[in-house]
Structures are given as C-alpha cells and as structure tokens.
C-alpha cells in the first residue's frame, strides 16, 4: 500500500471516529457534559458540531447560569461557521434577551457583522445592506466609547459605498437607456430626467461620496442630452439648464477628464440660448 492510500485511509478511520464521539455525545443525556464538549469543540474550530449541539441545548439551560454564554456560543458558532443568517438572527435574540448581559456589547456588535457579511455585491438588492448600517449605528450609539468602534465605523463606510454604487448603477443605466429608442418621445426624456433625479439625490444623500464626480459626469450630460431630446417649446429652457450644469462642473472640477466634453457642450448650447 503506497503512502497516498495509507493517509487517505488514517484520515477516514480519523473522521468514522470523531463522527462516532460526536454521536454518542449528541444521544447524551447528560446536557452539562454536552454542553462542556459543545464548547471544545468551539474552541477545536469545530464550528457546525458545536452549532447542533448549542441549538438544542440553548432551551434547557434558559434560566440557567451559563444560558447567556450558551446563547451568545450559539451565536458566534453559527458566525464561524458562515452562516450569517442564523447568527445575526441568535445574536439579536441575544440582545433582546440581556441587554444588559455580560455579552450584550458583543451580541450587538456582530448583529452588524453577520449582516455585513451577508451583504451582496452593489448590483443585487440591497436590503442586509440596510440592515447592516442600522445595525452598525445601533452599536456605536449604545457603545460610543467600545474598542470595536473604529471596526463598525469602517464597516459603515464600506455599507455606504455599496449604497452609493448601487446608485450609481441606477443612475448610468437610465443615461444608457437615454436615447436608446433613437426618437424623441417620452422614453427617452424620462430615463435622461430619471438619470439626472437618481444622480441628485445620491449627491444629496452622500454628499462625500468619492465617487461624487461620476454623478456629476451623468447629470450634466444627461441635462444636455435632455434638451438636445426636447419639444421645440421646451428646448430653450432646457438648453439653459444643461448650460449652467456645466458651468458648475467645471467651477467644482477644473482639471477633470470630461473637461472638454463640458465646454463643448457650452458652445451648443451658446447657439440655442444666444447668451
């Protein structure tokens, strides 16, 4: 028998083994000995094991010395084990169930984490995300001066650039969608005027945003495609709209990229609005 198959084998006789202690453990009667051995096996890395025997052990040791550990054990078993799900869920439980406990700064902290975790990429929908921010906020004003503070704090600025590129997915997919149709009609000016009120109000809402630019990129040229798209009884108003959008872009970005495109769209709109 080569070296291969002999690890292969000791590893299999090594897992038929721990699965049995597990087994016989799980079938125990004795829930003091379940629940010392659930907390080995936290600390062994063993996460899912601990997780099963925390789960049906957390109702029995409710009014119990150790029920704030076993239920906060529950919770950080399930956040080690990736279920983020579960975790945030048991550690909400947790704080609604000692929010004074020995536990409860922790329990409060990792209500945001779990969610973080969970959080999906910005074009998903982003309801965790929500969830995440009011849940990191929670935290740091019922533990302004925690040692986790400046985590949480990173961790809300990381949430809101998520907000804010979701944002701007939406913003950039209705200037796409702008002329789309090729005519003037409805379509195409409500997707420059829905471009340019998704754009406005991400400014106004994140107003730091390192982004802030991109936005101001969209509006000004989604303005200017607007009154290029216009009804002949709308053009000169629109036209002088788009023109001091991009005065104001450049005020605030002189030394951007789409400097050019800024002033170009000036001299068209000049010949409109004879200013």
Excluded: H
């Amino acid at each position: 028998m080569n070296k291969g198959n002999i690890l292969t084998l000791c590893m299999a006789v090594l897992l038929s083994s721990c699965a049995s202690e597990f087994n016989r453990v799980y079938k125990n009667a004795d829930n003091d000995y379940k629940y010392e051995y659930a907390k080995q096996c936290f600390a062994m890395g063993k996460f899912q094991q601990a997780s099963s025997l925390l789960q049906d052990l957390v109702m029995i040791q409710k009014g119990r010395d150790n029920a704030q550990e076993c239920l906060y054990l529950l919770g950080m078993s399930q956040y080690c084990n990736r279920d983020y799900e579960s975790a945030s869920t048991t550690f909400k439980k947790y704080y609604a169930s000692y929010p004074k406990g020995n536990f409860s700064e922790q329990a409060s902290f990792y209500v945001g984490q779990s969610l973080y975790r969970s959080a999906p990429e910005p074009r998903l929908d982003q309801t965790p995300t929500i969830g995440a921010i009011n849940a990191y906020q929670q935290f740091l004003d019922l533990y302004p001066d925690s040692e986790l503070r400046p985590i949480a704090q990173q961790r809300l600025f990381e949430l809101q650039d998520n907000l804010v590129q979701k944002e701007f997915l939406s913003a950039q997919l209705y200037y796409n969608l702008g002329g789309y149709f090729g005519n003037i009609n409805a379509n195409t000016e409500s997707n420059y005027e829905a471009c340019i009120i998704t754009a406005q109000n991400a400014l106004k809402n994140y107003p730091y945003t390192k982004i802030r630019e991109k936005f101001s990129v969209l509006i000004m040229k989604s303005k200017f495609y607007l009154a290029e798209n216009s009804s002949e009884e709308r053009k000169l108003e629109r036209y002088r709209e788009a023109e001091d959008e991009c005065y104001g872009f450049l005020n605030e970005y002189p030394e951007s990229k789409e400097k050019e495109t800024a002033e170009k769209f000036i001299i068209k709109c000049k010949k409109i609005t004879k200013d």
